[in-house]
């Protein structure tokens, strides 16, 4: 193999082209940039701790919906605070907004919301 040179150089090169866009779109995106872009809270703490419900506000709004349709509750027990809630998303905007809370942190994550399918989002 008289080009070994050529091919290293050519194989480098090929990387550099694949991985730069990558590497440019999620530079300087961290999780502390999220928390700046979007509104602060209205009210003084959500049904579970904001660590809990940043990283499982999924699973809850599912657990939500489970016992909703199947159970028939609308009754939710904090694990955090001990304190009952209404399981619903109605729960949720009394302290958010969609439009600067929900839509904002979804398009900065990149994440598509499914359940507003079906649901309209309060105004």
Known sequence: ???KGYV???VIAILVVVLTPLILA???????DIRNYLEKPKGD?????????IANHMEVLNEWR???IREGKRIYFSKTYGVLYNGSIE??????TYKEFCEKCHEFSGVHMYCLTCHTPPE
């Open 1 to 3: 193999m008289y080009h």
């Open 26 to 32: 999620n530079s300087g995106r961290g999780f502390e």
């Open 66 to 68: 489970e016992m909703a």
């Open 91 to 96: 729960e949720c905007f009394k302290c958010h």
């Open 8 to 10: 290293v150089l050519f």
């Open 45 to 53: 703490r959500c049904v579970e701790s904001k660590e809990y419900m």
